[in-house]
């Protein structure tokens, strides 16, 4: 008989009495196989949402200047200042109008309101033109609607409007005689236009140091004709100018009642401790205005004029 066959697997041994005992003693099966670890489980990692977007009437610089102007403002003059820039058109309401420059709606609706007429508000910014707009839906201003515009790229419907205005919004356009050029081909026959703007005093330069600081609530610089220049810009562009008029000493006196009625109001304090940066930065920015309106450097002037014809540019 050949020899047998050796094995290569390892020989089988039994566990001793010992190892037997144990296992019997603390109950646990000898035979059992031994537990495979469980892979660690790792803890989830914790992903870091984004920031829910700020509403843009809960944006802290839109709050903080309705507190200091009044509701739905951003500035001196308010409603009564644009119904008085409006009271040459003699509206009614077969009419439809532009207000360019709308800010937070309120001179809109306030002249939609009071003589019933179909108002178009365009605001450069757009949160300050979706914050317009939530009011007028707030408040059921179904005439009157903002929205967010380039003014490079503005270029509304030809021979559309029958009235535009306009209030201390030109003189952050660089390409202001363009804009004026697409006022005068949006106005229908014999439309009327009304703007109120802030201008270089005569004699003042371009580079006149204390134009620096008048910018935008953004920090852009201005961009300031001579009254003299936007006179003879808007008759190129055929409108007979009716009224040129000076508006700086009001305009300042606006101004300085408003900051001290916030001054004075008992509950201005709760928002100068919520919106503490954005109270310093209105601050400072009316202050320098304020700077450059008292040293003649700069006035605010009133124009009012008719579309006569139209120009080789419509």
Not at 129 to 143: C, I, N, R
Not at 242 to 260: F, M, N, P, Q
Request: proline share 8%; hydrophobic share 40%.
């Amino acid at each position: 008989m050949g020899a047998a066959l050796e094995s290569s697997a390892p020989p089988i041994t039994k566990p001793s009495f010992k190892a037997r005992f144990k296992a019997w003693w603390e109950g646990y099966d000898l035979n059992a196989p031994e537990p495979v670890a469980a892979e660690p489980v790792l803890a989830p990692v914790a992903v870091e949402e984004p920031p829910a977007p700020i509403p843009p009437l809960e944006q802290p610089y839109i709050k903080i200047a309705q507190y200091i102007w009044g509701e739905s403002l951003t500035g001196p003059g308010g409603a009564a200042a644009i119904l008085t820039l409006v009271k040459p058109f003699a509206l009614d309401p077969s009419m439809t109008v532009m207000d360019f420059g709308a800010g937070l709606g309120g001179g809109t609706r306030a002249v939609s309101e009071e003589f019933g007429v179909w108002v178009n508000g365009f605001e450069p910014d757009p949160i300050m033109a979706a914050g317009g707009q939530e009011l007028s839906v707030k408040k059921g201003a179904k005439k009157a609607d903002i929205k967010p515009c380039t003014p490079q790229d503005f270029q509304p419907k030809a021979a559309t409007y029958d009235c535009i205005y306009s209030s201390e919004a030109l003189y952050t356009v660089p390409e202001k005689e363009k804009l004026l050029g697409t006022f005068e081909r949006a106005l229908k026959a014999r439309g009327q236009i009304a703007l109120t703007d802030f201008v270089r005093a005569p004699g003042t330069k371009a580079d006149d140091p204390r134009l620096a600081d008048f910018t935008t609530r953004g920090g852009e610089a201005g961009h300031f004709w001579l009254g003299d220049e936007y006179l003879a810009k808007m008759k190129a562009l055929k409108f007979d100018v009716r009224v040129d008029e000076d508006l700086t000493a009001g305009y300042r006196t606006s101004v300085i009642e408003a900051w001290v009625n916030f001054t004075q109001d008992s509950s201005a304090s709760g928002p100068a401790r919520a919106y503490p940066d954005e109270l310093v930065a209105e601050v400072t920015l009316w202050t320098k205005r304020l700077a450059a309106l008292d040293s003649g450097a700069l006035q605010l002037r009133r124009y009012y004029a008719i579309k006569m014809g139209s120009t080789k540019s419509s």
